[in-house]
Antibody
């Protein structure tokens, strides 16, 4: 069974960074793309970008190019997303997903001083 | 970016009745491979999204055949033949043909 387990909720101060993790079991992430999606409170879904864990190649939505950094560690079958220069507007739930079919449970990131 | 326009914004349907959601894209979703990467997802309250349909009309594993997808180019439809209580939530269309991938704004299905 494919499962994606995301790290716990984060509280970050404005201007700082947080790094989220997404550990996959039941599937080798080398054989897929890892997508990240966010959802601001009460809003819809927004695609942030994806990484090919086999070679580290990334594609980002334009608005997240200087906000998010996607990485992956194939030895631990885990993907990561670092969010930098946090602003209150970054407060959201962040999901990881493979094939856009299997999704993590989501992690709440709250930006507050 | 490709704009995905979903209608209606909300839908109130009685159990056992059909439901239909439209999704229109601002440009063709036919990719260079000839495939059309149009997906439908359901997000139940408090849960992660769950993909129901991919490549316009292919049902994901475990999805009942009450759900069906159709359409081509820029015009797509999700139909539920007989709504059940478990179907409530927000439905999103998602295009994966052009970068960045983009979602529709969502259609909230409520039970009448």
């Amino acid at each position: 069974e494919v499962q994606l387990q995301q790290s716990g909720a984060e509280l970050g101060k404005p201007g700082t960074s947080v790094k989220l993790s997404c550990k996959v079991s039941g599937y080798n992430i080398r054989n897929t793309y890892m997508h990240w999606v966010n959802q601001r409170p009460g809003k819809g879904l927004e695609w942030i970008g994806r990484i090919d864990p086999a070679n580290g190649n990334t594609i980002y939505a334009e608005k997240f190019k200087s906000k998010a950094t996607l990485t992956a560690d194939t030895s631990s079958n885990t993907a990561y997303m670092q969010l930098s220069q946090l602003k209150s507007d970054d407060t959201a739930i962040y999901f990881c997903a493979i094939w856009l079919s299997y999704w993590g449970q989501g992690v709440m990131v709250t930006v507050s001083s | 970016d490709v704009v995905m326009t979903q209608t209606p914004v909300s839908l109130s349907v009685a159990i056992g009745q059909p439901a239909s959601i439209s999704c229109k894209s601002s440009q063709s979703l036919v990719g260079t491979s000839g495939k059309t990467y149009l997906n439908w997802l359901l997000q139940r309250p408090g849960q992660s999204p769950k993909r129901l349909i991919y490549l316009v009309s292919k049902l994901d594993s475990g999805i009942p055949d009450r759900f069906s997808g159709s359409g081509s180019e820029t015009d797509f439809t999700l139909k539920i033949s007989r709504v059940e209580a478990d179907d409530l939530g927000v439905y999103y269309c998602l295009q994966g043909t052009h970068f960045p991938y983009t979602f529709g704004a969502g259609t909230k299905l409520e039970l009448k």
